[in-house]
């Protein structure tokens, strides 16, 4: 039998936890910004029992975590395995945090070592395992976010992934770079015909991406584009760039499958339509990470028992 335990989203900036049952049942679920910064403050162990606290579980409730908190800034690392992975192997290789009254777990992350394109997730990998779950096991699957990954799926394992610093550079660009008068403000980026141009642009010329950057400076300067146009523009060129690069390196994008929730999915849709890449499978991020969660659960206690 399944033990009702704690499912555990644990990022840099965010908490996020559900107490299930042994079927993978949602029983009560907590949000907050007890990031990692936050707990290293209070404790991890201590961030973790307040929650669980609330949700209800008392201490002979296993918990099993994924995120940044199994990083080395973490509260234990958790390893990362290699590529190509058999997702379904995910939840038997968690390393388990010592010395504590409750049980707690904690998922790897995932590392491509491969010397001309290196790189890393921690989190992602249990969402694909949720995506999995769903019947989505071969294909490219596309992980909108801060550093947006592009993940291919064959039967179930990854067999390779990449990261594009999307979000991070909007950020940096819109708040520390020349272009910073250009697109000033907060306002929320849409889908508006500046946002669709700018991602054609630079998915048909992405070598051209840094002289369309300083265009939008340009615009500013002798044209007087409002801010928020030219902050769509940005937004639209840097997505643009990232799709032109994910089929550089996975080839065709038509019939990806998005995972993501919310406003940024809604960018990520309209982007892959303007460059004609038309219908995709829309994953929902949360459900996903929910659902690997659950699945990682079970072959964790399995070994367990």
Known sequence: MMPTYAAIDWGTTSFRAWAMDGEGRVLAETRAKDGLTTASERGFETVLETHLSQLGLGTDAPAVLCGMVGSRAGWLEAAYLETPLELGDLGSRAV????????????????????WEPDVMRGEETQLLGVVAEGYRSGLVCMPGT???????????????????????????RTHSILRQAVEGEAAVGATPAFLDGVRRAFEAPALATNMLFSIRAGWLLHGTAPAEQAARLSGLLLGLELAGAAERHGSLKGAALLASGPIADLYAAAFEAVGFGAFRHLDADACVR???????????????
């Open 147 to 173: 550093h947006s990954k592009w993940v291919s799926l064959s039967d179930g394992v990854i067999e390779s992934f990449s990261t594009f610093m999307t979000g991070e550079l909007f950020r940096l660009l």
């Open 96 to 115: 388990k945090v010592p010395g504590l009254a409750r049980d707690v777990f904690i998922l790897p992350g995932l590392a491509q070592r491969a010397a």
């Open 291 to 305: 659902h690997g969660l659950a699945q990682a659960a079970r072959s964790l206690f399995a070994a367990e028992s």
